[in-house]
């Protein structure tokens, strides 16, 4: 199984940014598909999941401004961010929850004016 994650770049405070992650090999093997950040000198944390009956969970950070959603059919994971802050800057990456997979590169999320 390989993660495919982009859809990052840079937005401005406020912005919005779609992100996609693609899994080879199928998601529906996995009980749980997360998406998770890590922002520079920082740890990696949990940002959403998304259970593979569609019953979703969100960070604290980002309830009201993130939406998880998957597609079968696609093999793929996506998130929805509204309202971007400063704070959200960080590479963000996808994978089972709990971590199962090769991490892969990730996708930068810049949010700055």
């Known amino acids: 199984v390989q993660l495919q994650a982009s859809g990052g770049g840079l937005v401005q405070p406020g912005g919005s940014l779609r992100l996609s992650c693609a899994v080879s090999g199928g998601i529906l093997r996995f009980s749980v598909m997360a998406w998770y950040r890590q922002a520079s000198g920082k740890q990696r944390e949990v940002v959403a999941f998304?259970?593979?009956?569609?019953?979703?969970t969100y960070a604290d950070a980002v309830k009201g401004r993130f939406t998880i959603s998957s597609d079968n059919a696609e093999n793929s994971v996506y998130l929805q961010m509204d309202s971007l802050k400063p704070e959200d800057t960080a590479v963000y990456y996808c994978?089972?929850?709990?971590?199962?997979?090769?991490w892969g590169q990730g996708t930068q999320v810049t949010v700055s004016s």
């Open positions: 994978n089972s929850l709990p971590a199962e997979i090769d």
């Open positions: 998304i259970s593979k009956f569609g019953t979703t």
